[in-house]
């Protein structure tokens, strides 16, 4: 199969779990489809996609390949495999949680907070489209391939991890932006996750990477300027 063929059905593959199963796991929890705040994360998130699938397909369609290839049999490191069957779970249930939170009534979140944190995510959205930018090597795995450089530019210059810094800013706030305060209680576990992702990851960096030991002395911070 060409390069090209994969690229395609990667991407049909890819738009049939958003548009079919996606909403499904919205809605079905909520037992219901009046449900403002699943419509409006969806369409969020449907746009943002849109757009930054639309510029780097131009831009860099390598970068949509090295994203498309991704989940816990496509890691390498046994390590990596079963964080990725962890966050797989944990974000099942930022997904599934404030579905049932909405059809029970447990929380009362105001729709400032809800916009808020519909805002705070497109923000987040925002931090990885810069690290993809100036990163065509941001795969979904962790891996090093020939010639691959160390990117000092751009978020990078920040912090070492800005792809995860915007993610763990969707994570976190994905169940509010659905209505849902008991949805937070898979933050914890969230934030472990993906410490422990990065950490690993900086391991298998420095052991594979020509330059990133000196990169991280030189840049300090991990995930929050200023703090770690």
Not at 54 to 83: C, M, N, W
Not at 192 to 199: D, F, K
Request: with cysteine; hydrophobic share 50%; proline share 6%.
């Amino acid at each position: 199969m060409s390069q090209l063929a994969k690229l395609s059905r990667g991407t049909l593959l890819f738009g049939i779990r958003f548009f079919f199963v996606f909403p499904v796991l919205l809605f079905a929890p909520a037992g219901t489809v009046k449900y403002w705040q699943a419509w409006t994360i969806w369409s969020l998130f449907g746009v943002l996609m849109a757009l930054g699938g639309s510029y780097f397909a131009k831009r860099d369609p390598a970068l949509i390949q090295r994203r498309l290839h991704r989940g816990p049999v496509a890691e390498k490191e046994t390590s990596q495999k079963i964080i990725i069957v962890l966050l797989s779970v944990v974000i099942l249930a930022d997904l599934l949680v404030p579905g049932f939170d909405h059809r029970f009534g447990w929380s009362h979140v105001p729709t400032a907070l809800v916009i808020a944190a519909d805002l705070l995510i497109a923000a987040g959205f925002f931090v990885i489209f810069l690290t993809f930018h100036v990163n065509s090597f941001a795969a979904a795995t962790i891996d090093v391939e020939p010639n691959q450089p160390v990117v000092t530019t751009g978020p990078y210059r920040i912090v070492r991890h800005p792809m995860y810094a915007g993610v763990l800013v969707i994570l976190t706030l994905f169940p509010l932006a659905l209505g849902s305060y008991w949805g937070l209680l898979a933050a914890p576990f969230t934030y472990g996750l993906i410490v422990w992702r990065l950490l690993d990851e900086e391991r298998f960096l420095a052991r594979n990477l020509p330059g990133y030991e000196e990169y991280c002395r030189t840049t300090r911070y991990r995930l929050i300027p200023h703090a770690w």
